[in-house]
């Protein structure tokens, strides 16, 4: 549980507060007490009309607050952090998608490269504790060696969006570094659950089978994912806040692992620990909607790679964390959404 009182009252900062993570990290704090800004542009890269109906529920509580601002907006971002001082600060917005990155790759240099050193300035200057900041198992690209742990290089990412987000990583640390901003970064393993993002598999999925179209399952169905309940995620970004990275001027950089520093700045893998062939999940999907799948196995797709998954011994050594949610309960309860938002 959040100690309520650790900032004496003053606000975390959410960015991407209208996204799905965002938005399910943004409800836990408020009921724990804690007051939230959030920040967003309500883009158009999915419908607007689902992040606005996530701010709708988070604006019932009078402890948040709302900003609509682009992260890439300099001036806004630089008067947003001047008004008020954010010791915790989370930043989860990004211009998301590994295809997605092979059509509009400017967006990324946009949001996930100028908006986040936005993010870092605001840091610097506005005297952050704790700046925790949304990786993603992209970054691990070509590697081979399973489970992923943080302890491994990740110099070989096979997409712009698994570049950018490697790119987060290292702008933090030296920030780090020069300024001593504490930083954590997290590397998201394919979280999912109710208000999921329609451009994720789960939702792609359930519209197909919903809609009785065949379902496009890439490297002939023998993809695996690390799919990690968002409740798993949020409960972990929680554990972390507290658990600020220091520096330590007596540890050499020389033959440190990748995921650690003498900076205060720190690496960990969000999964869960056990990935799933997407087979397996259509099948629960297939069960839950009491449909069969028309089912097209394909060839691999440029910027994917064949399985993810994630090693969390760090983790649960540091914040004594691991999932709870199994496959079969995260997909009814995600299933159980889908139905009441889409009236299905």
Same mark, same amino acid.
């Given at each position: 549980?959040?100690?309520?009182?650790?900032?004496?009252?003053?606000?975390?900062?959410?960015?991407?507060?209208?996204?799905?993570?965002?938005?399910?990290?943004?409800?836990?704090?408020?009921?724990?007490?804690?007051?939230?800004?959030?920040?967003?542009?309500?883009?158009?890269?999915?419908?607007?009309?689902?992040?606005?109906?996530?701010?709708?529920?988070?604006?019932?509580?009078?402890?948040?607050?709302?900003?609509?601002?682009?992260?890439?907006?300099?001036?806004?971002?630089?008067?947003?952090?001047?008004?008020? +001082?954010?010791?915790?600060?989370?930043?989860?917005?990004?211009?998301?998608?590994?295809?997605?990155?092979?059509?509009?790759?400017?967006?990324?240099?946009?949001?996930?490269?100028?908006?986040?050193?936005?993010?870092?300035?605001?840091?610097?200057?506005?005297?952050?504790?704790?700046?925790?900041?949304?990786?993603?198992?992209?970054?691990?690209?070509?590697?081979?060696?399973?489970?992923?742990?943080?302890?491994?290089?990740?110099?070989?990412?096979?997409?712009?969006?698994?570049?950018?987000?490697?790119?987060?990583?290292?702008?933090?640390?030296?920030?780090?570094?020069?300024?001593?901003?504490?930083?954590?970064?997290? +590397?998201?393993?394919?979280?999912?659950?109710?208000?999921? +993002?329609?451009?994720?598999?789960?939702?792609?999925?359930?519209?197909?089978?919903?809609?009785?179209?065949?379902?496009?399952?890439?490297?002939?169905?023998?993809? +695996?994912?690390?799919?990690?309940?968002?409740?798993?995620?949020?409960?972990?970004?929680?554990?972390?806040?507290?658990?600020?990275?220091?520096?330590?001027?007596?540890?050499?950089?020389?033959?440190?692992?990748?995921?650690?520093?003498?900076?205060?700045?720190?690496?960990?893998?969000?999964?869960?620990?056990?990935?799933?062939?997407?087979?397996?999940?259509?099948?629960?999907?297939?069960?839950?909607?009491?449909?069969?799948?028309?089912?097209?196995?394909?060839?691999?797709?440029?910027?994917?790679?064949?399985?993810?998954?994630?090693?969390?011994?760090?983790?649960?050594?540091?914040?004594?964390?691991?999932?709870?949610?199994?496959?079969?309960?995260?997909?009814?309860?995600?299933?159980?959404?889908?139905?009441?938002?889409?009236?299905?």
């Amino acid at each position: 549980m959040i100690d309520a009182t650790t900032t004496n009252g003053s606000s975390v900062l959410v960015t991407g507060a209208a996204g799905f993570i965002g938005f399910h990290l943004a409800q836990r704090l408020l009921q724990a007490g804690r007051r939230v800004v959030g920040i967003d542009n309500l883009n158009s890269y999915y419908d607007p009309a689902l992040k606005r109906a996530r701010l709708g529920i988070l604006g019932d509580d009078p402890a948040f607050r709302f900003v609509e601002l682009d992260l890439a907006d300099r001036r806004g971002m630089r008067d947003l952090f001047a008004a008020q +001082r954010f010791p915790v600060v989370i930043h989860l917005a990004a211009q998301a998608g590994v295809r997605y990155s092979l059509q509009n790759p400017h967006a990324y240099a946009d949001s996930n490269l100028e908006g986040f050193l936005n993010v870092l300035e605001g840091c610097r200057h506005g005297g952050c504790d704790h700046l925790l900041f949304a990786s993603s198992s992209s970054v691990y690209g070509a590697n081979t060696k399973l489970p992923f742990s943080v302890h491994d290089n990740v110099d070989h990412p096979v997409s712009l969006y698994a570049a950018s987000k490697k790119a987060n990583e290292l702008m933090a640390h030296a920030y780090s570094h020069l300024y001593g901003i504490p930083a954590t970064g997290l +590397r998201f393993f394919t979280v999912y659950g109710p208000w999921y +993002r329609p451009d994720m598999a789960l939702s792609i999925f359930s519209d197909a089978i919903v809609s009785g179209r065949p379902i496009k399952l890439f490297n002939h169905g023998r993809m +695996r994912r690390d799919f990690t309940y968002v409740d798993d995620v949020t409960e972990a970004i929680v554990r972390l806040i507290e658990r600020v990275p220091s520096a330590d001027p007596n540890r050499s950089e020389v033959g440190l692992h990748p995921g650690v520093s003498a900076a205060p700045w720190r690496i960990y893998n969000i999964g869960n620990n056990k990935p799933e062939e997407l087979t397996t999940v259509v099948e629960l999907l297939e069960a839950e909607f009491g449909r069969k799948a028309v089912k097209e196995l394909l060839p691999m797709q440029p910027g994917d790679v064949p399985a993810t998954y994630a090693d969390i011994e760090d983790l649960a050594r540091e914040v004594n964390f691991r999932p709870a949610t199994s496959i079969e309960d995260g997909v009814r309860r995600f299933v159980s959404w889908y139905r009441a938002y889409w009236r299905v």
